[in-house]
């Protein structure tokens, strides 16, 4: 649901997406063919992305990222660290109103700003988003019973 957010937030797809090796969405590391999720499998296809993990313990593989990690706890995480919140909505707002400020900030030395780069590099290369956004889907391996029957979530199901 993060990259389905991740993709409604910048208004379209890219190309490729180049994750860490997470459990959840890489079952067996691999460069040029890493076995997927099916669920991540499907949300590749779904929207038409290419997924490309980065290799184990190999932060060179997406160094912008990792600065960009960097960058974000500096400026907007930081200043935080002494507040306290006492609602999600609050929070949220906080941190919205902090990254709206981090990207319109001017860069030093270079003209615009992060936004502004976006505006004129990245958003020109994003694919639409597909009509209908992604649903989660939960793959499970089951053999079904004596009785033709295969349970999910203490529901019972007929197979052939």
Partial sequence: MSHRRTFEFFGGVPEI???DNLKSGVTKAHRYEPDLNPSYAELAAHYGV???PARVRAPK???KVEKGVQVVEQWILAPLRNRTFFWLEELNETLADGLDRLNT???QKLPGSRRSL???LDRPALRPLP???YEFAQWKKAR???DYHVE???HYYSVP
Wanted: glycine fraction near 4%; charged fraction near 30%; aromatic fraction near 8%.
């Fill in 17 to 19: 997406v180049v994750p």
């Fill in 50 to 52: 290419a997924i490309l």
């Fill in 61 to 63: 593989d997406k160094p």
């Fill in 105 to 107: 900030r001017p860069f």
């Fill in 118 to 120: 976006f505006e004129e």
């Fill in 131 to 133: 009509a209908r956004p």
């Fill in 144 to 146: 079904a019973g004596i």
């Fill in 152 to 154: 999910v979530d203490h």
